[in-house]
């Protein structure tokens, strides 16, 4: 199984990125996705949104209306719409593939994850 994410780069505040994630291996559709980003000198944030196989959503409220996560089960690709980013979004963005496909509402944090991704580097200066 393999996962990687592509998509980051240089944007200005108030600018977009999209982040794809893709999978080879496995069939993401069947998982629960998180997004997570860890930012230089600092430890990895909690899940910043979750996909669960059904479909429902959950983003933490440093993301919440600003992010959007969504699937295109066609190309098995999991992608996290950033919008009107911040200087303080600059980081490594993570995927994963979490062990199950679902989880219990309050419980977002406690999800187990199979496979993670490489990174990629987001940042948001001017």
């Known amino acids: 199984v393999q996962v990687v994410e592509s998509g980051g780069g240089l944007v200005q505040p108030g600018g977009t990125l999209r982040l794809s994630c893709a999978a080879s291996?496995?069939?993401?559709?069947?998982?629960?996705i998180g997004w997570f980003r860890e930012a230089p000198e600092k430890e990895r944030e909690g899940v910043l949104c979750?996909?669960?196989?059904?479909?429902?959503?959950y983003y933490s409220d440093s993301v919440k209306g600003r992010f959007t996560v969504s699937r295109d089960s066609a190309k098995n690709t999991v992608n996290l719409q950033m919008n009107r980013l911040k200087p303080e979004d600059s980081a490594t963005y993570y995927c994963?593939?979490?062990?199950?496909?679902?989880?219990?509402?309050?419980?977002?944090?406690?999800?187990?994850?199979?496979?993670w991704g490489q990174g990629t580097q987001v940042t948001v200066s001017s």
């Open positions: 994963a593939v979490a062990e199950t496909g679902d989880w219990v509402t309050g419980a977002e944090g406690l999800l187990d994850y199979a496979y």
């Open positions: 979750l996909i669960s196989s059904g479909g429902d959503l």
């Open positions: 291996g496995i069939t993401l559709d069947s998982f629960a």
